[in-house]
Every structure is written in structure tokens, then in C-alpha cells.
């Protein structure tokens, strides 16, 4: 008679777990599409600066019917690339097209009201130990302002890059 119990608690356990990963799933979901529209608010031309202090524009341009967002560094050859951002399903993700000559994907790791973070998943034209974006965040502090924080993986060593944008008026 005691396996009665054992199991309906067994039971309980697996079906609370299921409630609670389910929901942990939803919130993801809900947190794709929350962040997905904070970067597309970013459409528009920014002109910034990086941490050396050297000049940059970024353009932000919604394309395929709205559903993708195109981020266009413009640059002086391996510094000119695109980021395509766009939902597969309920996950965030996106394909930075790098100087470097290859092309990492991210996935959304973090996100809140003001700031949206990708980590590499997988890549093209990556081998064993190349360089490539590991990851990046977003962040808005107001319609007007983002600053990007892209960090580059290249044999074990981190190097990290920041960029602080003004939109162009």
C-alpha cells in the first residue's frame, strides 16, 4: 500500500516540473517577441563613435515584410556589415556577416525593458579555434540613444569592442 503513495508523490513531482518548465518556455517566448520589437524601434540611421573614438553609422532597416531586421555598419571594407535579425519560432535569433569572413549566429541569451544580449550557437566559414563574434548586447536607454558591446573570440582570447550610436537627425 505504500506504493500508492510513492508514486501519486512521484507523480506530483514530474507534473510540477512540467508546469514549471512549460512556463519558464512561455516567458522566453514572450521575452523573443519584447526583444525583437526593441530592436526594430532601432530602425533609423545612427552615428556614433567607438571606444578609440573613431566615427561609425549604423542603419537599421526592417525588411521581408517586417520580419527581419538588417543592421548595416557602414564602414571602409572589412569594417561594411550586415547583422540580419529574425524570429524562428518563439527563439530570437540572428547572423552577423563579419569582416572577418565568416558568419557566427547568435541566439537572445538576456533581455530586459532596455537591453537585448546574444551568444554564439554555430557559424559558417568557422573553424576550430578561428576568430569570430561570441557575443553582443544591445542597449536603449531612450528612443535616441544605443550603445553596441560586441565581444570577438579568437583562439581562447577575448577582445571587446564598444560602440556608443546617436540617432541621425
Not at 42 to 70: C, D, Y
Not at 122 to 132: A, K, S, W
Request: aromatic share 8%.
Amino acid at each position: 500500500m505504500k506504493l500508492v503513495p510513492t508514486l501519486l508523490r512521484k507523480t506530483a513531482i514530474v507534473a510540477a516540473a512540467a508546469i514549471v518548465i512549460l512556463s519558464a518556455s512561455l516567458v522566453l517566448a514572450q521575452d523573443a517577441h519584447k526583444s525583437f520589437d526593441l530592436l526594430k524601434g532601432m530602425e533609423g540611421n545612427w552615428s556614433g563613435k567607438s571606444i578609440q573614438g573613431h566615427p561609425t553609422q549604423v542603419t537599421f532597416r526592417l525588411i521581408a515584410g517586417g520580419s527581419a531586421l538588417m543592421s548595416e555598419i557602414h564602414g571602409h571594407g572589412p569594417e561594411n556589415m550586415v547583422t540580419m535579425f529574425h524570429m524562428d519560432g518563439d527563439r530570437l535569433l540572428m547572423t552577423h556577416y563579419c569582416g572577418a569572413g565568416n558568419q557566427p549566429r547568435m541566439k537572445l541569451v538576456a533581455s530586459d525593458a532596455k537591453s537585448v544580449s546574444f551568444e554564439f550557437f554555430d557559424g559558417t566559414n568557422i573553424g576550430p579555434g578561428d576568430g569570430h563574434m561570441q557575443h553582443v548586447t544591445f542597449s536603449v536607454p531612450d528612443a535616441d540613444h544605443h550603445v553596441e558591446e560586441w565581444t570577438y573570440l579568437d583562439h581562447g582570447k577575448e577582445m571587446k569592442e564598444a560602440f556608443t550610436y546617436e540617432r541621425a537627425k
